[in-house]
C-alpha cells in the first residue's frame, strides 16, 4: 500500500513539473494574482483575526467564555465550555481561525484530544465577510442572498456539532474541564508571541492560497468545467464561477460547507504539531455541506 501511495505521489509531482514546463506564464500569472490576493485580501482579514485567537486563548479571555457558555456547550456537543471561544471566532474569523483556536485550546490543556478533534469537524467555518461581500454583493448581487447563506452557514455548522456529538463516541477519560485561572503571563511577552506566530501561521495559509492558484490554472484544460469541480478544489474560484440564481444560491450554501481543498491544506497546517487527527474534521465539512441544502432550497423561493 504504501509503495501504491509513493507511486502516485511521484506520478503528480511528474505532472505536476511538465505542467509547469509547458505552462510557465501562466503559472507566473496565477501565482502574482494569487499574492495580490493574500496581500489584498487574505492578510488583513485573517491576520487581525489570528493575534485575537492566540490573546484570547493566552490571556483566558477563551477561558472566560467558557465558562459562561459551558451549559449551552456540554448537552448540545458534549464538549467542554472552553470550545466556545474556537467556535465563536471560526464563526465570526473565516477559514482556519477556529481550527487553529481549537489546535491552541487543546495544546494549553484546555480541551482533550477527542473533544478537540470532534470541535474540528464544525468550528472552522466561512467568515461573514466573504460571505456578504463575495458570495451576496458579487456573485448574487442581493443583500439578502448573503444574509440567508450566513444564517444557513451557521446553522448547519451547529447542527453537524449536534450530530457529530451524538455519534462520535467519547474515548474514555478524555472529557476535560476548564483549567483553573492562571496568573497572567508578562503582557508585552503575550502580546509579542501572539503577533510572531499569528504573522507566521497567516504566510502558512497564503503558502497555500498561492500553490492551489498555480494548481488549479495547470488543470484548466483537463479539470471538468463548472463552479462544482473549481469550489470542490478552490472555494472562491467555486462561488465566483455560479451563475445568480436558485441552483447558484444552493450549490454556494454547499461549497461552503464543504470549504474546498485548499482550505482543509490550509487548516491541516494550523494542526500541525498538534497531535489531533483531522478525522472528523473532513466528516464534519460533508456533513455541514449536506445540511445546507434543505434550508438554501427554501431560502432560495424567498430570494429569487
Sequence with gaps: MERIKNLLLSLLLALFAAAL???PVAAASAAREALALCLKSVLPSLFPFFVLSSLLVAGGGAAALGRALEPMMRPLFRLGGAGAGALVL???GGYPVGARTAAELHRRGALSRSEAERLLGFCNNAGPGFILGVCGGTVFGDARAGLYLCLIHAAAALLAGVVLGRCVPSEPGTS?????PKAPAGSAAVFTAAVRDSFAAVWSVCGFVVIFAVVLCLAEPVLPAGPLPLGFVELTNGVLALSPDCRGFVLCAALLGWGGLSVHAQTLSVLEDSGLSPRWYFLGKLLQA??????ALLAARRVF
Design 176 to 180: 476535560s474541564r476548564l483549567p483553573p
Design 90 to 92: 471560526g464563526l465570526v
Design 290 to 295: 449536506a445540511l445546507s441544502v434543505p434550508p
Design 21 to 23: 514546463l509547458l505552462r
